[in-house]
Structures are given as C-alpha cells and as structure tokens.
C-alpha cells in the first residue's frame, strides 16, 4: 500500500492498493535485496531453497540447475512436487496458489516443513514476478502437470501434459525480466559456491550444475556433511588432528551440528548457519 500526498488532502483516495504480485515489480529491493548481479543470483537460490527444503523433510536426494545460453535457468529436483489440488480457500490449484500468491507456501505448517530456508513463503512468487517467463512442470500421481506465466500473470491454467512413469519433483525455468534486471549474466562460478555450500550442509544429496555456453559442470556430494566442509575450507593448510571433531545433538527439537578442526594458521575462521542460511 503506498500513500499519495496532495494538496488537496489526504483521505481514502490518497490510498493506493497494489494487486498481486505488484508490489514486488514495484519494489524488488524489498524483496532480493538488489536489481543488480546480487539480486540476479538471489532468483537462483529461492528456486534451489524450495528443492533443499523437501531433501531437509527427506524426500529429495537430487538437485540440478542448468544455466542457460539465452541467461535463464532450469532448476529440477526429485522431491514430492508441488500440491496440484484445489486450495480450500483460493479455490485455484494450490502450484498456482504458491507461484501467485505472497505468503504462500508449507513453511507456515509446522508438520509440513519443520526446518526450512529462504525468504518464508514469498520466494518462488517473488521469481515469478520479476521473471518475463516462468513455468513450472510437476512430476505427482503418476502425471506431468504444466503450467506458465508471464510477469506473475498466470498464461496457462494448469494442464495434464502426459505420465511421469513413476517420477515425481518439479522442473523451473525461468527468465529474470529485462526491465527489471540491471545485470542478466549469472556467474557460474558464484552458483557453485552456493551449490557446493548447500551440498556440505545437506550431507548426502547430490547437486549439480551445468552452463550451456561453456559446457562446464560441477556435482556436488558429499557424505561427511559439514565435516568434509572444514576440511575443505582448510585445504591449504595443515591440519592438527587427523579429522575435524563433530559434535551432533538434538535439543528441543532442534537439531545442532558442529565441526571443528585446528590447524597450523594464526587466524580463526568461523561460519554459523541457520536452516542453511
């Protein structure tokens, strides 16, 4: 809601209401931070957050971005794949309900999502409206749902695009909006850091990335969690103890890791996350 001032006074018609997904494309800054490289890369990690969440509930072990020749990108996972039914209350499928609407999304029920990343029910809606094109393919029930948008405005009702013989995740594609966007060109390199992070931190899955104009790749997986995370941010040094101590508990329902290793360095580094924040 935004308040117009004039001469002629302030009453209810100073009071202007923005629909939808509006306020976003009004004020993106609010929302990623930057229309710069910054927010550009921010788009990336909404879509990416969405897939750790359902590895996090346990129902998805693979996680790939592609970074397209034309500057878009495909995100697919293997997790459950978006709810299709009807939502109760929007009385629209409840994929287009999460693409549409702010504050949407199962990281406001405690039983859906008990730890989740990312900008709290606002982050795939929020890439929708600042993409020119975004569609989205649900793999569910055995079918292939499909539906797309443009600007936030939805341009094809979810439709049944054949059998998924068995697979079930999402595949996003998007294309950040020109006029929005200052800068259009991801870095592969500032993706893998993220995607190398995320595959530390969710110990056993498997994320990859892949860039069409250079053809190169990277496939994140490791076993050892933030364990091999230390031994990685302390490659180039040398080590006190043969293997960095880990430390795992669950306190109140919260779950509590730590990795620590000392080494021959005189200056400490120190990395906290939050539900991979």
Request: aromatic share 10%; hydrophobic share 35%.
């Amino acid at each position: 809601v935004e308040e117009k001032m004039s001469e002629q006074g302030y009453d209810a018609g100073s009071i202007t209401v923005l629909e939808g997904l509006e306020a976003v494309r009004l004020r993106p800054g609010m929302y990623i931070g930057t229309t710069g490289a910054d927010g550009l890369h921010h788009l990336v990690y909404e879509v990416v957050d969405n897939s750790i969440d359902e590895a996090l509930a346990g129902f998805c072990t693979n996680v790939d971005v592609i970074i397209h020749s034309d500057h878009s990108i495909t995100v697919k996972d293997n997790g459950r794949g978006c709810p299709v039914d009807t939502h109760p209350t929007e009385n629209k499928p409840a994929v287009e309900v999460i693409h549409t609407i702010l504050h949407a999304g199962g990281k406001f029920d405690s039983d859906t999502y008990k730890v989740s990343g990312g900008l709290h029910g606002v982050g795939v809606s929020v890439v929708n409206a600042l993409s020119s094109y975004l569609s989205v393919k649900v793999l569910r029930d055995g079918k292939i749902y499909f539906m797309d948008f443009e600007r936030g405005i939805t341009k094809t009702p979810l439709e049944i695009k054949g059998e998924s013989a068995g697979k079930t995740g999402n595949v996003t594609y998007f294309k950040p909006d020109s006029e929005i966007f200052t800068e259009l060109e991801f870095s592969f390199d500032v993706l893998s850091s993220r995607l190398r992070e995320l595959a530390f931190l969710n110990k056993g899955i498997h994320i990859s990335i892949f860039e069409e104009s250079s053809e190169r790749k990277h496939n994140f997986h490791y076993e050892g969690g933030i364990a091999a995370f230390v031994q990685y941010l302390s490659k180039n040094k040398r080590p006190l103890h043969n293997k960095p101590i880990l430390l795992e508990r669950m306190v109140d329902d919260v779950s509590l890791e730590i990795a620590l290793e000392y080494n021959d360095s005189y200056t400490e580094t120190l990395f906290t996350f939050v539900n991979n924040i």
